[in-house]
C-alpha cells in the first residue's frame, strides 16, 4: 500500500545538480528522484517539458498533467506524448519567469507526483559590451539558448551550474563555441553548429552578456558547485 503513496519533492531551481551529478538533466532541465524514476522539468516560452527516465536513463512513458503556478495565475494543463518528452502547451507561460510547478503523472500504473520551482530571471544592469552582446545574443543564440539563457527545445541553458565561471567552461569555451560551434557532449540535444553572422569583436561583448546574466543568477565565480557530471566524460 505504501509503494501507491504518492512521492512529493520540493526542490530549489539547482538542488537537484548540487546533490546528485548522475542525475543531472538531459535537455537542461531540473531533475528530482521520484520513486524508481527521474523526473526532469524545463518551462520553455510558451509551455512546459517533462521527462520521465528510469535509473539507467531510460525514458518511460508516463501521463498526467501540471499544475502551474505563475504571475499570480493557477493554471491546470494536461501533458500531451512528444518523442520522449511529455508537454503541455501554455502560451503566456515565458522561461524567464518565476513559476512553480506540480506533476501529477502516472508512470507504470503508479501515481507519481513532483514540484519544482525556478526564481525569475534576473536582468542586471550591463555594461556597454555586456549590452551590445545581448543584442547579438537576441539575434543569433536565443533561437537555442532561450530568450532568458534558459535553453530551448533545440539547446541548454546558459544559465546553469555547468556554464558558470570556474566551472570546467572557461572564457576560451565560450569564446570557442561562439567561433566553432559546439560537439554534443553533455547534453542530448545534438551539435552546436558555428554560429553565422558573428562580426569582429562580438564575442567578446557575448561573452561579457552571458557572465553578467550568470553573475546575476547566483551563477559567480564563487559559487561552489558539484561538478562530477561534467568530470565523468
Ligand atoms: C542551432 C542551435 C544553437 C545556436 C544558434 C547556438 N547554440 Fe550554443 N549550443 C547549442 C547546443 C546544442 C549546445 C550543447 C552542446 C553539448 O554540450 O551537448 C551549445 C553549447 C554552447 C556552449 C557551451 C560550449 C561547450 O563547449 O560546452 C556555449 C558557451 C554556447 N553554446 C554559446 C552560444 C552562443 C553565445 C551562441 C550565439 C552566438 C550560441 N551558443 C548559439 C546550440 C546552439
Known sequence: MFKTLTTLLLLSSTAAWAHDGAAAGQFGGQVAAAGDWHVEFAVRDGGVRVWVRDHGDKPVAATGKVTLLA??????????????????????????????????????????????????????????????????????????HGTALRGSDAGPPLLHPYYAPGAGHGDEVVL??????????????????????????????????????????????????????????
Open 71 to 144: 504571475g499570480g495565475q493557477k493554471l491546470d494543463v494536461a501533458l500531451k506524448s512528444d518523442g520522449e518528452a511529455l508537454v503541455a502547451d501554455a502560451a503566456a507561460l515565458q522561461s524567464a519567469a518565476k513559476v512553480t510547478a506540480v506533476l501529477a503523472l502516472t508512470v507504470a500504473g503508479k501515481p507519481v507526483s513532483a514540484r519544482f520551482a525556478q526564481e525569475a530571471v534576473v536582468k542586471p544592469a550591463l555594461s556597454p559590451s555586456a549590452q551590445a552582446g545581448a543584442k547579438v545574443f537576441g539575434e543569433i543564440c536565443f533561437a537555442c
Open 176 to 233: 570557442a563555441a561562439i567561433a566553432n560551434g559546439a560537439a554534443s557532449h553533455h547534453w542530448k540535444f545534438g551539435d552546436m553548429p558555428k554560429p553565422e553572422g558573428i562580426k569582429p569583436g562580438q564575442d567578446k561583448d557575448l561573452l561579457a552578456y552571458i557572465r553578467a546574466m550568470q553573475a546575476a543568477n547566483g551563477l559567480g565565480a564563487a559559487a561552489p558547485m558539484d561538478h562530477s557530471a561534467h568530470a565523468m566524460h
